[in-house]
């Protein structure tokens, strides 16, 4: 019996590294980075609509910090391209962003008129597949 727990938690723990170090780190806009969708011709909500986020993953702003930023905004300040309330600021040009709750996270570019153009980006995170419960022969 003791065998058995031992093995159990053994395995639950080989598990727990697995998930950990299988996080993805995604570079938003790809080969585009970050920056206005008219100059490289990018779709955020293309790029992310196939993407599968899940908790842990990373998401990697890259962009020239003279013309750009990233503001985590609610969904409302999002469909509204509003930057006055963001949720957190990144400005440093290659902000690496951890997703840690299940939900949609909502990022624009607070520059006036870059949202408007398409500078924003709806982020789906969803949780890690359940870990199937070991089986003691």
Known sequence: MALA???TLAF????????VSSATVYKVGGSAGWTLPILRNVDYSKWASN??????????FSYNKLFHNVEQVTQKNYQACNATFPIASYNTGNDSIT????GH?????????????????????TPL???????TI
Request: charged residues 15%.
């Open 5 to 7: 727990i031992r093995e």
């Open 12 to 19: 639950l723990m080989i598990t727990m590294l697995f998930q």
């Open 51 to 60: 993407k599968p986020f899940h908790v842990g993953d990373v998401v990697v």
């Open 99 to 102: 997703l840690e709750k299940v």
């Open 105 to 125: 996270k909502y990022f624009i570019c607070g520059v006036p008129g870059h949202c408007q153009v398409g500078q924003k980006v709806d982020i789906n995170v």
């Open 129 to 135: 597949a359940p870990v199937p419960a070991p089986t």
